[in-house]
């Protein structure tokens, strides 16, 4: 079993015994506080930078803790917020997985309630109300990734994340994930770099890929983005932000580390 298939089968289990009544959450996800324009805070960028969403992330499957500061026991997402916001990142990004990544809601809430910055659940998605429990937590923009729904799903969670006032990140890794998110309509895509069966990086993905998203797309390149250098090679090819996490989270300065990834040119 790849860590894919491990971590969704964990996730749809969980979803499948929540027996939380939908219209209720529903309801609760509207009358949230509004959202503050994730997609809108990439689009204002100015042209001569490329947009960073910068990522709050204890651990991975692949690699374990990240960084000695964000263990269970030490965790301070609202200060590495802030140094990302110091820094210029346009966004932020936060890891809400329990299971395999430690992260939490809470996490989420402590990053947002910091900054002034649009951010993202960066999380597994697989039912309703997974969408609506993102919005409920604070979160600006929900994260669907094509690999792990089926174009109904696909579908249906973008259109709900609309509803209730989020944009929708649609992750992809190939062409054929990208037919499916132009079916959805997405208007926000991302081109991970990170196979998600082997956890592998291939940092020439999303070079390939960014011919075949129409213009109309906003563009972000994820995982594998080391330094200015990488981010330039991704601006040139036309992405509007980059999204990193490991490289921002091991940083000794995040917030100088931010400020090298938006001006790489």
Not at 89 to 115: H, I, K, M
Not at 123 to 135: C, I, M, N, P, S
Not at 245 to 252: A, D, P, W, Y
């Amino acid at each position: 079993m790849t860590y894919l298939d491990e971590i969704l089968a964990s996730h749809r289990q969980q979803a499948a015994a929540d027996t939380r009544d939908f219209q209720s959450l529903f309801d609760t996800a509207l009358e949230a506080p509004a959202t503050r324009g994730f997609a809108n805070a990439i689009q204002n960028t100015p042209p001569d930078e490329i947009a960073v969403i910068a990522e709050i992330k204890r651990r991975s499957p692949s690699k374990g803790n990240l960084r000695e500061g964000l263990n269970p026991d030490f965790v301070d997402p609202a200060q590495l917020a802030q140094e990302y916001q110091t820094g210029g990142a346009s966004c932020l990004s936060v890891l809400t997985d329990n299971q395999y990544f430690n992260g939490s809601p809470e996490d989420l809430a402590a990053a947002r309630n910091s900054t002034q910055l649009p951010v993202l659940r960066k999380d597994f998605t697989v039912d309703a109300k997974d969408v609506l429990d993102a919005r409920i937590m604070g979160a600006d923009c929900v994260l669907l990734i094509a690999a792990a729904l089926t174009q109904d799903e696909l579908i249906r969670f973008s259109q709900l994340a609309t509803q209730v006032g989020m944009d929708s990140l649609v992750e992809i890794h190939d062409e054929a994930e990208l037919e499916a998110a132009l079916t959805a309509e997405a208007s926000l895509v991302g081109v991970n770099q990170r196979d998600l069966l082997t956890f592998e990086v291939d940092q020439s993905r999303a070079v390939h890929m960014a011919s075949n998203i129409p213009d109309s797309v906003i563009k972000v390149a994820e995982s594998g983005i080391q330094d200015a250098t990488d981010a330039q090679a991704l601006a040139e090819a036309g992405y509007d932000a980059v999204l990193v996490g490991e490289t921002l989270v091991r940083s000794v300065d995040p917030a100088q580390a931010v400020r090298c990834l938006r001006s790489p040119a």
